[in-house]
């Protein structure tokens, strides 16, 4: 594709529920990315994939997070037992950092909503 | 560890006039500091980065400024127009090479 796409663009999950997000980076592209963004806040780090290293995890803020990458592409953010605090935008971003080149190409983001 | 601060928070111009956002940081180590703007419903998007041999990088009407010795650098839009309304996020490297964000200005372009 031309860009990230992530998906869904928007969940509504009832508390308590595991959700599952996904993000498809630019082909090639050996960094992804996850962050969360609170209603009108910066932006919070959750975890880097970086090539077949093992992943930077330091940003997850519990346990009930977690995420996988599979075959060096695509990339799934799992929160399981959803708080309503989780509630934010789940964007994902990807560069090609094996190339000396910072840039973050960036997904339009999951809305997440937890009732 | 690095840590950016931004300001203002959320900035109002006349359209034509000048926006100026400004950012910090903490780490003299810190080498590469970009601008990113964030549409409405869409994620962030690179608009000018700069490193830190260099003291300022223009692009038609952004440029971005660096001062190593202060530890600050800045966003200048100049004629500022309806569609540069948005967040700008600034951001720096840290000791691992990962982005520290700033908190984002929201900028507002008064018709």
């Known amino acids: 594709g031309a860009g990230v796409s992530q998906s869904p663009s928007n969940k509504v999950t009832e508390k308590g529920k595991d959700v599952e997000l996904r993000c498809d980076p630019i082909?090639?592209?050996?960094?992804l990315y996850w962050y969360r963004q609170s209603l009108g806040q910066g932006l919070e780090f959750l975890i880097y994939?970086?090539?077949?290293?093992?992943?930077?995890k330091s940003g997850l803020p519990s346990d009930r997070f977690s995420a996988e990458r599979t075959g060096g592409s695509v990339s799934t953010l799992t929160i399981q037992r959803t708080q309503q605090e989780d509630s934010a935008v789940y964007l994902c971003?990807?560069?090609?950092?094996?190339?000396?080149?910072?840039?973050?190409?960036f997904g339009s983001g999951t809305q997440l909503s937890v009732l | 560890g690095e840590n950016v601060e931004q300001h203002p928070s959320t900035l109002s111009v006349q359209e034509g006039d000048s926006a100026v956002i400004k950012c910090t940081y903490s780490?003299?180590?810190?080498?590469?500091f970009p601008w990113y703007k964030q549409e409405l419903g869409k994620g962030p998007q690179l608009i000018i980065d700069?490193?830190?041999n260099v003291g300022e990088k223009k692009d038609q009407r952004i440029a971005v400024t660096l001062n190593k010795t202060a530890k600050h650098f800045s966003l200048h839009i100049t004629e500022t127009q309806p569609e540069d309304s948005a967040v700008y996020f600034c951001?720096?490297?840290?000791?691992?090479?990962?982005?520290?964000w700033g908190a984002g200005t929201k900028l507002i372009i008064k018709p």
């Open positions: 780490d003299s180590a810190s080498n590469y």
């Open positions: 082909s090639g592209h050996t960094a």
């Open positions: 971003a990807s560069s090609d950092r094996g190339h000396s080149n910072e840039k973050l190409f």
């Open positions: 951001a720096a490297f840290d000791s691992n090479y990962q982005l520290i």
């Open positions: 994939f970086q090539g077949n290293s093992a992943p930077d």
């Open positions: 700069i490193r830190s």
